[in-house]
Nanobody, 123 residues
Framework: QVQLVESGGGWVQAGGSLRLSCAAS????VGWFRQAPGKERDCVAA????????YYRDSMKGRFAISRDNAVNTVYLQMNSLVPEDTAVYYC????????????????????WGQGIQVTVSS
């Protein structure tokens, strides 16, 4: 059974940084999503299998950076200038693809999910 495994979450003060990792073995397009209590699960960033196509939610542009290293089957989400509103459970999601440059930004387009990891930003 294919699994995605997130790591790197935790607690940080406002203004700080965290880097999340997603172990994703397979030809996956990958998205990072987050869900705060009482809110919908939203895509914050997504990357194609080749890394050539990247999507960012508008409010993340300039603060978050998604990248991948297919040699080690890992997708990263670098999060900088964190604010308390970034507090949420973060999930990575994958979809096996044939095309190398396709990217998806809607949760329903992914069929493999990690277990989620908590990120807490204190003021």
């Amino acid at each position: 059974q294919v699994q995605l495994v997130e790591s790197g979450g935790g607690w940080v003060q406002a203004g700080g940084s965290l880097r999340l990792s997603c172990a994703a073995s397979g030809r996956f397009a990958v998205g990072w999503f987050r869900q705060a209590p009482g809110k919908e699960r939203d895509c914050v960033a997504a990357i194609s299998w080749s890394g050539s196509t990247i999507y960012y939610r508008d409010s993340m542009k300039g603060r978050f950076a998604i990248s991948r290293d297919n040699a080690v089957n890992t997708v990263y989400l670098q999060m900088n200038s964190l604010v308390p509103e970034d507090t949420a459970v973060y999930y990575c999601a994958g979809r096996l693809v044939g095309a190398s440059s396709v990217v998806y930004s809607v949760a329903g387009e992914y069929n493999v999910w990690g277990q989620g990891i908590q990120v807490t930003v204190s003021s």
